[in-house]
């Protein structure tokens, strides 16, 4: 197997494959000048290509991306056999700063954005057709809030993940992502159930298509986009989906601990839960300061 294979195989995209082989032929033509068999390289001399990187001016966060790249080259050649080893994995570069989650929605917040959007008035979808369409768009914010999903979890979802029964659905895994089962809520079920039976059917009918999705749609982040800036409408403290994953996500520590919560929400790397309890954290100490009595 080839290594596009391998990556195609894992479910890269044809763009970050393209990205990938550049930074993975750039460390190969280093290599090649400092006279090292890439295959055999050390952590000290893998230490010395980054230095050269940076006195080239690359960036901090190029040079990361880079090592990803060249990380993924060295598990292709572990599992191809042809080294024992992926020394570029004890690599670990130190991102400057924090990423700056946007504002946390409480969970009475996020109930009530579900609720209005909900019962949004007849006469804005006074067709069937977009009357079908707001019963999908209902059931997708309802993930979004209470599941804390994203667009590519939506994307890969199939009915047959759905359990009424049990009041479950289950999220296949990615690259990016762990497999999880998360409970429904109770004011899910009955439109899951109608989107299942009803307006799914109809909206294939209607649109001549045939799919194993759950929501067939060409772009699954622009669907997730226009749900969204519906709802800013009605409250514009909304920034965007980003925004309702990491208030659900920052919600869940708040009453689960961090092992709980990383299977919640998917992350492969405790690191990633923990980045959302700093900001929380954060968020207080914020609030303190500018609450504080003594102010």
């Known amino acids: 197997m080839s290594f596009k294979e391998y990556r195609q195989k894992n479910g890269y995209s044809e763009k970050s494959i393209r990205v990938q082989d550049s930074h993975v032929n750039r460390f190969k033509s280093w290599c090649i000048r400092e006279n090292i068999n890439p295959s055999d390289i050390t952590y000290n001399q893998t230490l010395k290509f ?6 080239r001016g690359i960036s901090r966060q190029s040079i990361i991306r880079e090592i990803n790249s060249i990380r ?9 056999g042809i080294t024992h080893q992926n020394i570029i994995k004890r690599i670990r570069i130190r991102q400057n700063g924090k990423k700056v989650l946007p504002e946390t929605l409480s969970t009475l917040q996020l109930e009530k954005i579900y609720q209005d ?6 006469w ?3 067709t ?4 079908f369409l707001h019963q999908r768009n209902t059931v997708i914010l309802g ?5 804390g999903l994203d667009s590519g979890e939506i994307a890969r979802l199939e009915p047959s993940h759905v359990n009424l ?3 479950k659905i289950y999220i296949p895994s990615d690259r990016n992502s762990s497999s999880r089962t998360l409970k429904l809520q109770a004011s899910q079920i009955l439109s899951l159930k109608t989107y299942l039976e009803e307006t799914r059917p109809a909206l294939l009918e209607k649109r001549e ?8 749609s060409k772009k699954s982040s622009d669907l997730v986009c226009k749900i969204v800036e519906t709802i800013k409408k009605i409250h514009p403290e909304i920034k965007d989906s980003r925004q309702l994953r990491s208030s659900v996500l920052m919600n869940w520590l708040k009453t689960n601990n961090i092992r709980q919560v990383q299977y919640m929400a998917g992350h492969k790397n405790i690191r990633s839960t923990e980045s959302y309890r700093s900001q929380d954290l954060t968020d207080l100490a914020r609030q303190l300061e500018l609450f504080h009595p003594l102010r």
């Open 50 to 55: 980054i230095d050269s990187e940076k006195e």
């Open 72 to 80: 993924i080259y060295f598990d292709y050649l572990q599992e191809s």
């Open 117 to 122: 959007f909900c019962n949004l008035p007849e």
């Open 124 to 126: 804005n979808h006074g």
């Open 128 to 131: 069937a057709a977009a009357k």
């Open 143 to 147: 993930l979004l809030i209470y599941q």
């Open 165 to 167: 029964s049990e009041g």
């Open 209 to 216: 298509l045939q799919s194993t999705y759950l929501f067939p």
